[in-house]
């Protein structure tokens, strides 16, 4: 059966699937950056419009807000466009080595069988008429096979090696590596649907919500800035586990330095 569920995984190795979702990072990034450059103002300004005596009641001059806003969302789109520049040369400088490669057969073969599951379930809510549900299952279909590729592409997609041995300290370090530059590989295709789902709920507020409240602006707005903001808060943690990783592994250094110093005398 291993041999089997092996020759299953090749499936995921394959280069036009790799190809496939790099250009997917590329088109997310562009589509979240139009979106924020030029969807979120427009998207104010129609909020503003559309309620306008509530804007005026709590946040001042309707046409003042909107014009704010856009200002805003044009600051937050440079932030975010130059942050996204450097999600990949972050991830290819930061070397990891790990030195079982059968941790990666595991999870991908896990992403596999969830793949295949909400590929499923995708098809089954689409004959339902449940077409919520059909996008959120094929989202996961999607991210589980994403992991996949990442998974068993380790070197192409997060430059990460195999290597012959280590002590169980460093590999458990170099695994929780692994994961952390895969989420950050994420962040592209997250920033971009996150910017798409808030030209959505704005669409929302603007059109449908009639009874808009002041704590759904709050907290519309709450959740457009973290998610403009998404690719420097990404950046900073980041940097921050590695600077952790970085004390770790010399710390491993000085232990290993002593211990051959030790074994000389």
């Given amino acids: 059966?291993?041999?089997?569920?092996?020759?299953?995984?090749?499936?995921?190795?394959?280069?036009?699937?790799?190809?496939?979702?790099?250009?997917?990072?590329?088109?997310a990034e562009k589509i979240g950056l139009v979106?924020?450059?030029?969807?979120?103002?427009?998207?104010?300004?129609?909020?503003?419009?559309?309620?306008?005596?509530?804007?005026?009641?709590?946040?001042?001059?309707?046409?003042?807000?909107?014009?704010?806003?856009?200002?805003?969302?044009?600051?937050?789109?440079?932030?975010?466009?130059?942050?996204?520049e450097y999600v990949k040369p972050s991830i290819n400088q930061a070397k990891t080595t790990i030195v079982n490669g059968a941790f990666f057969d595991v999870?991908?073969?896990?992403?596999?069988?969830?793949?295949?599951?909400?590929?499923?379930?995708?098809?089954?809510?689409?004959?339902?008429?449940?077409?919520?549900?059909?996008i959120q299952a094929a989202a996961i279909c999607l991210l589980s096979l994403y992991f996949a590729v990442m998974l068993l592409s380790p070197e192409k997609m997060l430059n990460v090696r195999i290597q012959e041995s280590a002590t169980p300290a460093q590999s458990l370090i170099s695994l929780t590596a692994f994961l952390i530059k895969a989420i950050y590989r994420l962040v592209p295709v997250?920033?971009?649907?996150?910017?798409v789902v808030c030209i959505v709920?704005?669409?929302?507020?603007?059109?449908?919500?009639?009874?808009?409240?002041?704590?759904?602006?709050?907290?519309?707005?709450?959740?457009?800035?973290?998610?403009?903001?998404?690719p420097l808060i990404a950046y900073f943690l980041f940097l921050a586990y590695y600077f952790v990783l970085d004390l770790?592994?010399?710390?491993?250094?000085?232990?290993d330095a002593v211990e051959g110093k030790n074994k000389a005398k």
């Fill in 190 to 195: 997250a920033f971009g649907a996150a910017m």
């Fill in 201 to 230: 709920s704005g669409i929302d507020l603007a059109t449908v919500s009639y009874q808009l409240s002041g704590y759904k602006i709050l907290s519309y707005l709450s959740t457009f800035i973290m998610s403009a903001l998404l």
């Fill in 35 to 84: 979106c924020l450059y030029i969807g979120m103002p427009i998207v104010g300004i129609a909020v503003c419009a559309s309620h306008d005596a509530l804007i005026d009641r709590m946040y001042g001059e309707p046409a003042a807000v909107a014009i704010g806003f856009a200002v805003a969302c044009l600051i937050f789109g440079y932030i975010a466009d130059k942050m996204l």
């Fill in 248 to 255: 770790c592994m010399s710390l491993f250094r000085i232990a």
């Fill in 1 to 27: 059966m291993k041999k089997i569920f092996d020759k299953g995984l090749v499936i995921f190795k394959n280069n036009k699937l790799v190809k496939f979702f790099i250009n997917a990072e590329t088109w």
């Fill in 107 to 134: 999870l991908a073969f896990f992403c596999g069988i969830v793949t295949l599951a909400t590929a499923i379930a995708t098809i089954g809510l689409l004959f339902d008429g449940s077409f919520t549900e059909a």
